[in-house]
């Protein structure tokens, strides 16, 4: 029997959210944290989507979703009030379908899915992964079948590449790339004497004989076939912007207590920032589980072992229990001088309002099961979070 | 001087790539090799370890016997387009175009061949004595998602390219990363099934879809053993009908609890890519600066010898 989880802490914040984005460096256990996030709000009663781009696929076995991407799984909660759907992003298969259902024709379609620089520039326009998920992520908000929305985002070493998305597809269908591309000659602009043409040919032609590719052939009829999809494009991307910007979207930023990482946490949350949007929580994963107060002094070392029986207790147990408790104290102070640092960075970068600070245990082992991400969404339930200012 | 010239530090993001990398260069310093690490897509992360300002796009003696840089794929691809055209200030122009920039990553793999043609460069640098300016390169590579693409560029390309110099740059890359006197990659996880699960998938890619030779696993931040057979039989029994110090025992079961967790991970690592994993145990340390990182270099020290 699953208890109900009431709205506290992280989930109480993603409350009155309809859409959650987990945001973060790789390797800080986003997918984990989403899928926490989402397995708890659906045991709260609320019919949740949880969309993952993790490549490694550790939220399919996790939420042991049969194998293939791209479609939405019901995921089997006993004694969940609410329902839990899981789809794992097929980035691929999202850019062929939104060609497929801008395009004008048919016809049109296969063309540009079938010229052989599509996926490259198609790659190229879209920046990475993340632009798809954002695509993915709309067509879910849109189905209407969902009170929230849960995303994993791709590890990216920076938050623009996320929220910059939406902004550089614009940026480029409104310019004259385009134009350029169907004539790459014209990206010389002013220097076109002959002699410039020339040289830009060659090295275009040197271009295509490297990769076997008929490049300028190619890229110019993409360019031109491309073109027609450009309204939809320029529409959704104009929907995805105000759905990072609605009120109702959240952001979480996963770090953990891992001394290089400091920079790259803070960095990320000064861009969410510039990108017009405030970071509502932060979730620092794989603390150590548990204090150690008690000052390990020389005479609780000695007296460690009072009260065991004597015939099973060895002096060498002593030794290496207290070896222990001291390297996970030096742990522990290692740990709490990262956090403070990213407390002290965080504030330094004006995040604003002060997000919820909730901090996850190092679990051994980490979950990968449903039954794991269920403790951890109870570990999200009685997570006391705390302001910044408070710390 | 015998052993690998370039060593590429391959994972999933989060399992402590650089400082593999960092301790893989400590440990060709200690053996007196002249050593270049190069940092790409993670900037800044380098420099932390290593306590020195930011890198730059050109090689930088950081520590004796030590260079390091940021590899940066705009950089690199202006170097190649440098290259190319026979005219600074039309290479200028190009380069400047936003819409160039999309023409050139409509060319499948053009960046990841800039970035390998600059490592390449490096290794067939020489100093004025006609030496090698390097003798190990250590390449702290992008996140695996990134580091297959990068690796199956030149074999990829090389197929392609029949003509002109950067077929020529690509097939010498080729021939670089199948030589097992030459280069070794090195795949890291960390004891969590994830990275595991990941490690495996990037070994076997490694190792059969590309033939990159590739060296054992390595497993990184193992919690050591600590305690014998009995022991560890007594901890798990003990607080239900005896007292010891709930804080001690709390501790030393996690870290039993970790450290049994590592040795099934390296079990299944073991198995699935028929190679023993190299441990390199978890650091318990308030810093993580380059002294520090001695006890990684020592473990490492094997991986640079011939193969």
Not at chain 1, 240 to 261: C, G, K, M, N
Not at chain 2, 90 to 116: D, H, K, N, Q, Y
Not at chain 2, 188 to 200: G, K, M, S, T
Not at chain 2, 265 to 284: D, G, I, K, N, Y
Request: some cysteine; glycine content about 8%.
């Amino acid at each position: 029997m699953i208890p109900p989880v009431h709205g506290q802490g992280l989930v109480g914040l993603v409350d009155d959210a309809r859409v959650v984005v987990c945001l973060g460096p790789g390797g800080v256990g986003k997918t984990t944290t989403a899928a926490a996030i989402a397995v708890a709000a659906a045991l709260g009663g609320k019919r949740v989507a949880v969309l993952t781009v993790d490549p490694a696929a550790r939220l399919k076995d996790a939420l042991e979703l049969p194998r293939g991407a791209g479609t939405l799984h019901r995921v089997p909660l006993p004694d969940a009030d609410g329902t839990l759907d899981a789809l794992l992003l097929d980035a691929k298969g999202v850019f062929d379908e939104l060609v497929r259902r801008l395009a004008p024709t048919e016809a049109a379609a296969e063309r540009v899915l079938g010229n052989p620089v599509y996926r490259n520039v198609a790659g190229a326009f879209a920046g990475s992964d993340a632009y798809m998920a954002l695509e993915q992520l709309l067509d879910i908000v849109d189905t209407g079948d969902f009170d929230l929305v849960v995303v994993d985002t791709p590890p990216a070493s920076h938050a623009l590449e996320l929220f910059d998305a939406p902004e550089r597809i614009l940026a480029l269908l409104d310019s004259k790339a385009l134009e350029y591309l169907g004539e790459p000659i014209r990206i010389l602009g002013g220097a076109s004497s002959r002699i410039a043409r020339g040289l830009l040919s060659a090295v275009l032609s040197g271009l295509e004989r490297m990769t076997g590719l008929s490049l300028l052939r190619d890229i110019s009829a993409l360019a031109t076939d491309f073109g027609e999809v450009v309204p939809g494009f320029r529409r959704r991307a104009r929907a995805i912007r105000e759905l990072l910007r609605a009120e109702a979207t959240r952001y979480v930023l996963l770090a953990a207590p891992d001394p290089h990482a400091t920079r790259d946490v803070v960095g990320f949350a000064s861009e969410v920032e510039r990108a017009g949007v405030s970071i509502d929580a932060v979730v620092v994963n794989r603390v150590l589980p548990f204090a150690l107060d008690v000052a390990l002094s020389g005479r609780r070392d000695t007296d460690a072992a009072t009260g065991v029986p004597r015939a099973r207790w060895s002096a060498s147990l002593a030794r290496n229990l207290v070896t222990c408790a001291k390297d996970l104290d030096t742990l522990r102070s290692a740990q709490r001088s990262v956090i403070d640092a990213l407390q002290a960075g965080l504030a330094a970068h004006g995040t604003r309002p002060e997000p919820l600070w909730v901090e996850l245990p190092a679990l051994s082992p980490a979950p990968t099961t449903l039954a794991g991400i269920v403790a951890l969404a109870r570990a999200l339930q009685v997570a006391r979070g705390r302001s910044t200012s408070a710390a | 001087m015998a052993g690998p010239r370039l060593v590429i530090v391959t994972g999933k993001g989060g399992v402590g790539k650089t400082t593999v990398a960092a301790a893989v260069a400590q440990a060709a310093v200690a053996a007196r090799k002249r050593a270049l690490l190069v940092e790409v897509a993670t900037p800044g992360r380098l420099a932390s370890v290593l306590d020195v300002p930011p890198l730059a796009a050109e090689p930088r003696q950081v520590l004796e016997g030590l260079h390091a840089v940021a590899l940066e794929e705009g950089a690199a691809l202006e170097d190649l387009v440098h290259g190319l055209m026979p005219l600074r200030v039309l290479s200028r122009r190009l380069l400047s175009s936003e819409t160039f920039r999309i023409v050139a990553a409509a060319v499948p793999g053009i960046l990841e061949a800039a970035l390998l043609a600059r490592v390449v460069a490096w290794l067939d640098e020489h100093d004025r004595r006609g030496r090698a300016r390097y003798d190990v390169v250590v390449l702290d590579s992008p996140a695996s998602g990134h580091s297959v693409p990068l690796l199956a560029t030149p074999r990829t390309l090389s197929g392609l390219a029949t003509v002109g110099p950067l077929g020529a740059i690509m097939r010498r890359t080729s021939r670089w990363l199948a030589d097992p006197a030459l280069t070794l990659a090195l795949v890291v996880a960390i004891p969590e099934d994830w990275a595991v699960a990941e490690a495996v998938e990037l070994y076997e890619s490694l190792r059969d879809d590309l033939a990159i030779p590739v060296g054992r696993p390595v497993l990184n931040a193992v919690f050591p053993k600590r305690f014998s057979r009995a022991e560890a039989a007594l901890l798990e029994e003990a607080g239900t009908s005896h007292t010891i110090d709930p804080q001690l025992l709390e501790a030393g079961r996690y870290f039993l609890a970790r450290r049994n967790a590592a040795q099934a991970l390296t079990r299944t690592l073991r198995s699935a890519t028929r190679a023993r994993p190299l441990e390199l145990p978890f650091l318990f340390s308030t810093t993580m600066t380059w002294e520090d990182l001695g006890p990684l270099a020592d473990a490492l020290d094997g991986v640079l010898e011939p193969a």
